[in-house]
């Protein structure tokens, strides 16, 4: 009985320690790409005003990111080096395209608060910096993880802003309701200035956090 | 009549509607590049004029795809142009001005990854504007983004000297001002 509960310990160890749950994990929290590289700025403040185009943002990100990830790795060999960004681009561009057509197919209300956004995942610097540093460089598999983990990492992110907006804006989540009637909500919130702030916060506990985590292991 | 619509246009891009403080667009060198007054200026420099230029052609794409019934090749012919000007100025900067040249640095070719340069020429096509239309409000979207990229350089200048907490220095107090100025842009609403 107690060979295989072994094992399973060592499976998960193995799992742990091994380089391609690193690969997905790195982008969920040690490089964020949003609280710890500060890349893609632009979507995380424009369209968190609500949960729901938080969620919405962020899949279609990821969905790009992993498309435009397997293909530049796919390619990475036919690709010359002076036209590489050029060329990932393009291939950037191609799989923005077709999001774009498949959110209006499905919700076209969701698409109009949306708006130009979603044309400009284009230059989201956080696609082209994941295909030039990291799928430019390595296997097919690898670059799907990492593409896995950063857009994971970047949903969660603008969840986290977009929950904070709604809920302290509107006083709702995913459009429920969570207030009482006589709540007054914040409308600065829901304001651009709101998205700055709430950014500003987000990032301030995450120093306040890693300053704590720094001085206990020099105590220790 | 006329005159006062592309009045309004101008005003609109740069002030009610300002691309970095209402619209978030160009965050990434609004961040980046805001440390320092001399080089923000001159990037809000550079990024105006490819905003103009890549305004012009996107006009130009637009009447061509109308033509030719293929609005799917809007956006790859948009940022394939974009990307080309911006290659353009950069080797017409390194002609003319060594010392720019070097003083812009990387900034010049992460232009291309811009979104307010992409925004100006797709909001342009969104909005139905004719060519003197859309060269005003891509001139109107850059001094704009030049306007708030200095402000910001500007502050940023003056807290250095300032002692503040460890917690709160780099991005985290950048965005605070962004957020400050932000509300503070909001007030030219009633311009409108």
Redo the contacts between chains.
């Keep these: 009985m107690d060979k295989p509960a072994n094992n399973e310990n060592n499976f998960w160890q193995n799992l742990a320690n091994s380089p391609s749950t690193n690969d997905f994990l790195k982008g969920l929290w040690k490089d964020n790409p949003v609280f710890v590289q500060v890349l893609g700025m632009c979507p995380v403040l424009a369209v968190t005003n609500t949960a729901a185009n938080a969620l919405a943002m962020g899949l279609a990100t990821a969905f790009v990111l992993l498309m435009s990830n397997v293909l530049v790795a796919a390619l990475k060999d036919f690709i010359p080096k002076q036209v590489r960004i050029a060329s990932y681009i393009l291939i950037i561009a191609t799989f923005v395209t077709i999001t774009d057509y498949a959110i209006q197919a499905i919700s076209v209300s969701l698409h109009k608060s949306l708006g130009a956004f979603i044309s400009l995942i284009v230059v989201n610097c956080l696609i082209l910096s994941r295909a030039e540093a990291f799928a430019s460089k390595n296997t097919v598999g690898r670059s799907i993880l990492d593409a896995l983990g950063m857009g994971l990492g970047f949903v969660v992110a603008l969840l986290c802003l977009g929950g904070v907006r709604e809920l302290l804006g509107s006083g709702s989540l995913f459009g429920w309701m969570l207030f009482p009637e006589n709540f007054q909500s914040w409308i600065v919130m829901i304001l651009p200035a709101g998205g700055f702030f709430t950014l500003a916060l987000w990032l301030f506990l995450i120093n306040i956090w890693q300053e704590r985590k720094q001085k206990t292991i020099n105590h220790g | 009549m006329a005159e006062e619509s592309l009045w309004q246009i101008f005003i609109g891009a740069s002030l009610i509607n300002n691309f970095v ?8 060198p609004f ?1 980046g590049v805001s440390g320092k007054m001399e080089t923000a200026s001159k990037m809000g420099a550079a990024v105006t004029f490819v905003m103009l230029i890549s305004s012009m052609c996107a006009y130009g794409i637009h009447q061509v795809l109308v033509a030719v019934n293929a609005p ?1 090749l809007q ?2 012919s948009y ?2 142009v974009i ?1 080309s000007t911006v290659q353009l100025v950069e080797m017409f900067v390194k002609k003319m001005s060594p010392a720019l040249f070097r003083a812009l640095g990387i900034f010049l070719p992460l232009i ?4 307010a340069i ?2 100006v020429a ?2 342009q096509t ?1 909005k139905g504007y004719g060519f003197l239309e859309s060269l005003v409000y891509a001139l109107g979207a850059g001094a704009g983004f030049t306007l708030a990229l200095i402000l910001i350089a500007g502050l940023r200048e003056q807290l250095a000297l300032v002692k503040i907490p ?3 220095k780099g ?3 950048t ?2 001002i ?3 100025l ?2 503070a842009f ?1 007030g030219f609403a009633g311009l409108g």
């Design positions: 403080l209402a619209y978030f667009l160009g965050i990434c961040l799917f956006l790859i940022i394939v990307a291309t990854t811009n979104c992409l925004a797709l909001f969104n460890s917690t709160v991005t985290t107090l965005l605070i962004a957020g400050i932000s509300l909001m």
